[in-house]
T-cell receptor, first 114, second 111 residues
């Protein structure tokens, strides 16, 4: 069964360092997302990506964040200069079509900023 | 914007029925999802409603009333493994199909 894969599963980084979280969405999907979940809190929308560009982003997704789909399969989230409060689980998701198809989530990357 | 409300926690007994409610106020609406999330894991899809009414899928059913901005997830014959968070999520009607999650309801099933 097709699935969204994310790497790494865990990442520990020092404050101020850059991190890149990687995702391989399901191959025929068109809509891609990054979500964040701080421990014990809700799943928060960060950004959506469609047709090779950002379609929507939240207030969380400031200039420190960027996304890229460099080669038609990978979908990456970069945090330029990490802060302690960026520590969270980051989920990538993809959806097939415009209609009511569900978002399929990857298993997440647990980012810890120390 | 989207405002989605769910109870924070619920407790129910193994074998019983539980109903988890979700209310929403949204600027655009193209359907509502329910997801299950076990601690430390990714959300997994349970159901999708776009028309009013009840959708049944095994032990789980989901109901939607668009005019009331209201949905519920009904879990029957509860099992211990149903202990998890249940997330209500609204699909935008805009072109880019944003999915916004509520705060989630943590369900504890007790013997």
């Amino acid at each position: 069964e097709p699935e969204v894969t994310q790497t790494p599963s865990h990442q520990v980084t020092q404050m101020g360092q850059e991190v890149i979280l990687r995702c391989v969405p399901i191959s025929n999907h068109l809509y891609f997302y990054w979500y964040r979940q701080i421990l014990g809190q809700k799943v928060e929308f960060l950004v959506s990506f469609y047709n090779n560009e950002i379609s929507e982003k939240s207030e969380i997704f400031d200039d420190q964040f960027s996304v890229e789909r460099p080669d038609g399969s990978n979908f990456t989230l970069k945090i330029r200069s990490t802060k302690l409060e960026d520590s969270a689980m980051y989920f990538c998701a993809s959806r097939a079509t415009r209609g009511g198809t569900e978002a399929f989530f990857g298993q997440g990357t647990r980012l810890t900023v120390v | 914007g989207q405002n989605i409300d769910q109870p924070t926690e619920m407790t129910a007994t193994e074998g019983a029925i539980v109903q988890i409610n979700c209310t929403y106020q949204t600027s655009g609406f193209n359907g509502l999802f329910w997801y299950q999330q076990h601690a430390g894991e990714a959300p997994t899809f349970l159901s999708y409603n776009v028309l009013d009414g009840l959708e049944e899928k095994g032990r789980f059913s989901s109901f939607l009333s668009r005019s009331k901005g209201y949905s519920y997830l009904l879990l029957k014959e509860l099992q211990m493994k149903d202990s998890a968070s249940y997330l209500c999520a609204v699909l935008d009607s805009g072109g880019y199909q944003k999915v916004t999650f509520g705060t989630g309801t943590k369900l504890q099933v007790i013997p």
